[in-house]
């Protein structure tokens, strides 16, 4: 029964990042990154990572929520996903955590209330971060399903890519991480 338990926990792909393929059948993820948080027989939760909300700034957000930014730097807000395109999200690293944390490991960590935005405001918050409003979800068996289809590549958790990177070149980048040339990879799929 061990044995079937290892193999089953590891086809989930929580602490990956998620890549949108080339021609992937919803233009809403085009050239999408996001770090799968949550991945289990209920389905899987990601947060985008490589496209910024245009128009949102960190301090934007913290000034609606009613916190002080303090002496934060202003950083860009990334678009999480489309499903609750108004909740915010906070990957960052593990040298920081509250009450309602949750690992993502190896990569980071992902926190979703406001103690971890006060946090960051007084300066006492996680030494690297991101935020993002929205999240992308899938049912049960609908990852893989759409994963079958050509639609998305399971990388490796690179966290220089998720920390280090600027948000429009996650994806090239995170294909280089791999080993792989994304300017060479095809639209399609072949079946035999």
């Known amino acids: 029964m061990a044995y079937i338990r290892a193999v ?5 792909l929580s602490g990956r990042l998620l890549l949108a393929m080339p021609g992937m059948f919803d233009p809403r993820f085009e050239r999408s990154v ?5 991945h289990d027989q209920h389905g899987a939760l990601g947060i985008g990572i490589g496209h910024v909300r245009e128009g949102v700034r960190f301090h934007e957000v ?13 950083r860009e807000v990334l678009h999480g996903g489309p499903v609750e395109p108004g909740r915010g999200f906070v990957l960052h690293s593990t040298d920081w955590g509250g009450q309602d944390t ?3 490991d190896p990569l980071c960590a992902l926190s979703a209330s406001l103690d971890v935005l006060r946090a960051i405001a007084e300066g006492r918050g996680p030494k690297q ?3 993002a409003l929205g999240y992308a979800g899938w049912g049960s068996g609908q990852l893989e399903g759409e994963m079958r289809q050509h639609g998305w590549y399971a990388a490796t958790g690179h ?3 998720v920390f280090d990177t600027p948000a429009e070149g996650r994806w090239a980048a995170t294909w280089r991480a791999e080993g792989i040339d994304p300017s060479f990879l095809a639209n399609t799929t072949g079946r035999a």
């Open 159 to 161: 966290r220089s890519v």
């Open 62 to 74: 913290l000034e609606e929520v009613g916190i002080d930014p303090g002496d934060a730097p202003d």
């Open 34 to 38: 996001n770090v799968i948080c949550v």
């Open 8 to 12: 089953t926990e590891e086809l989930y």
């Open 129 to 131: 971060w991101l935020i």
């Open 102 to 104: 949750i690992a993502v």
